[in-house]
């Protein structure tokens, strides 16, 4: 399935208005800004949303090569904070694996600082069209 329609489909990101900056084979980088609706009570966005972004760009590059493949293990380490109004970015790159089997790379920033990383698992053994 391209992209563009799996994107259509993900009705979680229209709650976090991430936008897609870029999909390409074993890649995706996100965009989300921090409204007020996501913030903790520290008053910084909680750690879910900025996994949830991750997670999304996650998604999109590990079934960025047509086969459908779900997250099996996330682990994200959160490095330092951000406010409302920030716009943080999320990049994911397959780094290893196989065909059903892939691992994954997560990166969320702002300002050019990385705010949070991790490493994910995805898994999958049929691709998007065998699906009926």
């Given at each position: 399935m391209?992209?563009?329609k799996l994107v259509e489909k993900d009705m979680f990101r229209r709650h976090l208005n991430a936008e897609v900056l870029e999909v390409k084979k074993g890649y995706a980088k996100?965009?989300?800004?921090?409204n007020r609706e996501y913030l903790n009570f520290h008053g910084t966005a909680h750690g879910a949303v900025i996994m949830a972004v991750a997670d999304f760009a996650f998604a999109l590059a590990v079934n960025s090569d047509g086969m459908r493949r779900s997250?099996?293990?996330i682990k994200m380490d959160f490095l330092k904070p951000s406010f409302e109004g920030d716009q943080i970015f999320a990049e994911a790159e397959v780094t290893g694996g196989g065909r059903r089997l892939v691992f994954c790379e997560l990166v969320v920033y702002r300002d050019g600082e990385i705010i949070a990383k991790g490493d994910a698992i995805a898994y999958g053994k049929e691709r998007w069209e065998d699906q009926t």
């Open positions: 391209e992209p563009a996100v965009r989300c800004t921090i997250a099996v293990s």
